[in-house]
């Protein structure tokens, strides 16, 4: 029984999609002015983690993640790149697919744009004006959050809270416009030399927290399965996409709310952010990072605990994963010597079957990743000691490299068997076996030293030296 965190609850919920075995997921995208940083990366990855092992669940995920292509941040970097707001945007989202597709993160069903929906956006603000959930003022439209009762349930906020924050703003020129400090935009007037729209209120542009209600809505329908997001975009963001969206169709926009945690950098483990300027963008550490290995970090903790980036963790990263894929290897390398079945079998394959249970049931108590992933540890551990036997089955290891490959790939790991040696390093492998035998000790350091500076590393197993790809 699959339970997930609802955030507006606050509670550990069962899950009931509202379609048997279909899933209609909305998770909010990057804002494109910037390439992404580690912290976006972290949002992005745990949701794909959430969505491959509901589709491991046997779900039909419809997967929506918006981008953000007009924005202030896209005006300011249109205007210091000297070109348009969609040539940024469309320069951001080719670099958001190559370095997501890098994280082997699957692509959504469907990444809506806001400049591709804005009649949509249009009709949407002008419901909620008709219901009087919205005001037009002098080019702006705003939503009069008074009107709208449960304000502020997401976040767990109160109203008088609210009012005092808002107090802080009462010099802005917007906040003149307003009817009430709480209020927010929907739609803003244009400014010179800015992208806009017609619209019935003048020309302008839409806010940004309409345009997720209007994606969701359109694509999803008025009530959807799950809706995720940074934790820091609970308030106001989230708490706003309720209050619109449910003014205008009267019914639950969300049945879950899912948020993922911070990525810290420091020794303060403070929150890494292009606002604090601490953030490292993706592009810049795959350089130096292989995807497989930062995939790996983000991917198994906890979503919704902070992760805290440093170098001692990616290396701690990269020594467990090649612990998951040399345990791998290590099973189908023997599957050339195996034989078709082996009396004790049956019970071999409980042990790994009771492994794939216990996988499922951490993952079912709200993706419990990093209890998953002990898991996995323990079931690469056992398919070692397996593969180190004298003798072993066809039946078992390809049974369990199934359970192992399906269980891994819930993470975005990528298992492959290695390909063969060219006939110069076979012989050279073949030269160091001799060498050993003849207790020529220096010439078989040699050749493993020089194996080791071409990029293959020597395994001596007590079935033969294996080898690997560093």
Not at 59 to 76: G, L, M
Request: proline share 3%; hydrophobic share 40%.
């Amino acid at each position: 029984m699959l339970k997930i965190y609802n955030t507006l609850t606050r509670e550990k919920e069962e899950f009931q999609p509202i379609q048997k075995n279909k899933v209609g997921m909305y998770v909010c995208g990057p804002t494109v002015y910037n390439y992404i940083h580690i912290g976006n990366a972290r949002s992005t990855v745990a949701f794909d983690t959430v969505r491959r092992y509901l589709e491991y669940r046997g779900y039909d995920v419809n997967f929506v993640s918006n981008f953000t292509d007009v924005d202030d941040k896209i005006i300011r970097a249109a205007k210091e790149m000297g070109i348009s707001a969609k040539e940024v945007a469309e320069k951001f989202i080719a670099a958001f697919y190559e370095d997501t597709a890098a994280l082997h993160v699957e692509k959504a069903t469907l990444n809506p744009r806001v400049m591709e929906n804005i009649p949509d956006i249009i009709a949407f603000i002008g419901d909620l004006i008709d219901k009087g959930y919205a005001y037009a003022a002098d080019g702006d439209v705003y939503y009069r959050t008074g009107k709208f009762k449960d304000y502020g349930k997401l976040s767990d906020q109160s109203i008088k809270d609210l009012i005092v924050g808002a107090s802080e703003r009462l010099d802005s020129e917007e906040n003149i416009k307003k009817e009430d400090q709480l209020d927010f935009a929907l739609w803003k007037e244009a400014k010179p030399d800015e992208v806009s729209w017609e619209s019935p209120w003048g020309p302008g542009r839409p806010g940004w927290h309409i345009e997720c209600s209007v994606m969701a809505t359109k694509y999803l329908g008025d009530t959807i399965d799950i809706h995720g997001g940074g934790h820091d975009l609970t308030f106001p963001h989230h708490e706003n996409e309720i209050a619109q969206s449910e003014a205008k169709t009267g019914k639950t926009f969300a049945n879950y709310w899912m948020h993922n945690g911070f990525v810290t950098i420091g020794e303060d483990a403070e929150k890494m952010s292009k606002s604090l300027g601490n953030f490292v963008t993706v592009h810049d550490i795959l350089k130096e990072v292989d995807p497989q290995v930062l995939r790996f970090f983000l991917g198994t903790a906890h979503y919704r605990r902070p992760v805290k980036y440093s170098d001692k963790a990616i290396e701690e990263a990269k020594i467990n994963l090649d612990k998951v894929k040399i345990a791998y290897q290590n099973a189908h390398y023997r599957l050339q010597d195996a034989v078709a079945a082996l009396p004790d079998d049956a019970e071999k394959l409980v042990l790994f079957q009771n492994l794939q249970q216990q996988f499922v049931a951490e993952m079912d108590d709200d993706f419990q990743a990093d209890n998953a992933m002990s898991v996995v540890y323990q079931f690469a551990k056992e398919l070692n000691i397996y593969a180190e036997g004298e003798a072993v089955s066809e039946a078992v290891i390809n049974e369990a490299l199934v359970l192992y490959k399906a269980m891994v790939g819930v993470f975005g790991v990528v298992l492959e068997e290695e390909s063969l040696l060219d006939d110069d390093i076979q012989t050279l492998i073949d030269e160091r076996t001799q060498a050993r035998k003849d207790k020529n000790f220096a010439r078989s350091d040699e050749i493993r030293d020089y194996l080791k500076d071409q990029g293959i590393i020597l395994d001596d197993t007590s079935q033969g030296t294996r080898w690997r790809r560093a």
